[in-house]
Every structure is written in structure tokens, then in C-alpha cells.
């Protein structure tokens, strides 16, 4: 199956260079560009692409407006490209359901990777953006998400949470637990539906917060 991209950012050059590096990976197509957030409406809703790959200060209407217009009409998946500072633009998308943030200067194999796990229906963070997050959320900056139904999670599904915060992905997480992938899919959505969240990103946000992300878990086999 090939996932298909939208890349949306208002730089040429770098929206030419992401567009590249992805129509070269296998099992990837980039299907268009746009060069603000209106413009990757309008063709997300042409195109149908599976991921946008989502800059957020873009002029006009920007990256996190538009992302919570694709995630509102369900027109895709959003992954986040961000700077290394941790903005308002950040906490808005994550707020929004953005699927994965990653920096600009991520690394090509990284990038096909995240775009792929995106359209897979997983999460992504950058480990910078996560300590920011994290960070920005403790120090009261951000909107943390409020973990109401945390108690009613059983012991299985705090497990997967848990996992969620160390970074697995499904296949890892299935492996870790001794589980089948469709099972751990069951579970994840359980977990934001007890928890009322929108992405894992979230809930990656909130086991890290909680504590729930065991030393333990953050090395994936």
C-alpha cells in the first residue's frame, strides 16, 4: 500500500527538499503542495491525501488553523513539522489531534518512517519536542490535558498507556506485552476514549506527566 502526502510549508526550497526526499522512498507518494494553510485545505480536500505534512507559521491561515480544519473534516492525518522552540502553535495543533510532531532538521530515514506510522494510525514525537512539551506543561505554559478517567483504566490498558509515553509503536508494544497488533489497537482506542483524547500524542503527553512511562519501557526491543 502506498501512503500518500501533502506537504504543506511556505518555503519552496524546504517544501521542495521534504517533497523529494519522500516520492524517492519506497511505498510513499507525494500527491501535492501548498504553500499555506488554506492552500493545504483546499487540496486536502481534492486529494485525500493519508498524512499532511504540516508547517505551522505559515502566512495567511496558518499550520495550526488548518490542521484543525483536516482533523475536523477528516480529510487526514496530520504530522507537524516545528522549530526547536515549543510555541503556541505547538500546543494548538496537539490540542487539535495532530498526529506526530518532528523538527525541521530531521533526518530523511526518520521522516519516512514517521510519515509512514502516521498513516498507520500511530504516533510520533520528536524527543526534543516531548522534553519541551513536557517541560512547558509542568511549568504551567501549556494546556495540559486534564487526565479525568485515568482511574478507570484496567491494569492492560495502563500498561499500553504506559508505552504509549516510552515512544512503541504498535508492533513494540505488541511485542512488549505479549499481544497481538489488532489487540493493542483495541486497547489504544479504549484509552482515548476513557480518556477523551484525540491522538496517542496526547496520551504520550499525559503517561509521561503521570509517571506512567516506566524507565523501563523506553528502550523498545
Given at each position: 500500500?502506498?501512503?500518500?502526502?501533502?506537504?504543506?510549508?511556505?518555503?519552496?526550497?524546504?517544501?521542495?527538499?521534504?517533497?523529494?526526499?519522500?516520492?524517492?522512498?519506497?511505498?510513499?507518494?507525494?500527491?501535492?503542495?501548498?504553500?499555506?494553510?488554506?492552500?493545504?485545505?483546499?487540496?486536502?480536500?481534492?486529494l485525500r491525501p493519508d498524512v499532511t505534512l504540516m508547517d505551522v507559521r505559515m502566512p495567511g491561515t496558518d499550520g495550526i488553523?488548518?490542521?484543525?480544519?483536516?482533523?475536523?473534516?477528516?480529510?487526514?492525518?496530520?504530522?507537524?513539522?516545528?522549530?526547536?522552540?515549543?510555541?503556541?502553535?505547538?500546543?494548538?495543533?496537539?490540542?487539535?489531534?495532530?498526529?506526530?510532531?518532528?523538527?525541521?532538521?530531521?533526518?530523511?530515514?526518520?521522516?519516512?518512517?514517521?510519515?509512514?506510522?502516521?498513516?498507520?494510525?500511530?504516533?510520533?514525537?520528536?524527543?526534543?519536542?516531548?522534553?519541551?512539551?513536557?517541560?512547558?506543561?509542568?511549568?504551567?505554559?501549556?494546556?495540559?490535558?486534564?487526565?479525568?478517567?485515568?482511574?478507570t483504566l484496567t491494569e492492560r490498558e495502563r500498561e499500553v498507556l504506559g508505552c504509549l509515553g516510552a515512544g512503541l509503536s504498535?508492533?513494540?508494544?505488541?511485542?512488549?506485552?505479549?499481544?497481538?497488533?489488532?489487540?493493542?489497537?483495541?486497547?489504544?482506542?479504549?484509552?482515548?476514549?476513557?480518556?477523551?483524547?484525540?491522538?496517542?500524542?496526547?496520551?504520550?503527553?499525559?503517561?509521561?506527566?503521570?509517571?506512567?512511562?516506566?524507565?523501563?519501557?523506553?528502550?523498545?526491543?
Open positions: 500500500m502506498t501512503v500518500t502526502v501533502l506537504v504543506a510549508d511556505d518555503h519552496t526550497a524546504i517544501r521542495d527538499g521534504l517533497a523529494m526526499i519522500l516520492d524517492n522512498a519506497e511505498g510513499v507518494r507525494v500527491v501535492g503542495q501548498a504553500a499555506d494553510g488554506a492552500a493545504a485545505v483546499r487540496q486536502a480536500r481534492a488553523t488548518a490542521t484543525r480544519q483536516l482533523l475536523a473534516e477528516g480529510l487526514s492525518e496530520v504530522l507537524v513539522l516545528t522549530t526547536f522552540d515549543l510555541d503556541e502553535y505547538v500546543d494548538g495543533a496537539l490540542q487539535a489531534g495532530a498526529a506526530g510532531f518532528l523538527l525541521k532538521s530531521v533526518e530523511a530515514p526518520r521522516l519516512i518512517d514517521a510519515v509512514k506510522r502516521v498513516a498507520a494510525g500511530e504516533g510520533v514525537l520528536a524527543p526534543e519536542v516531548t522534553r519541551r512539551l513536557i517541560t512547558a506543561y509542568a511549568a504551567g505554559r501549556g494546556p495540559t490535558p486534564v487526565p479525568h478517567g485515568l482511574e504498535n508492533a513494540q508494544i505488541a511485542t512488549r506485552l505479549y499481544i497481538g497488533e489488532t489487540t493493542v489497537k483495541t486497547h489504544v482506542s479504549r484509552v482515548l476514549t476513557k480518556l477523551d483524547l484525540r491522538s496517542r500524542v496526547q496520551a504520550a503527553i499525559i503517561a509521561q506527566e503521570n509517571g506512567l512511562a516506566a524507565a523501563d519501557l523506553r528502550e523498545p526491543p
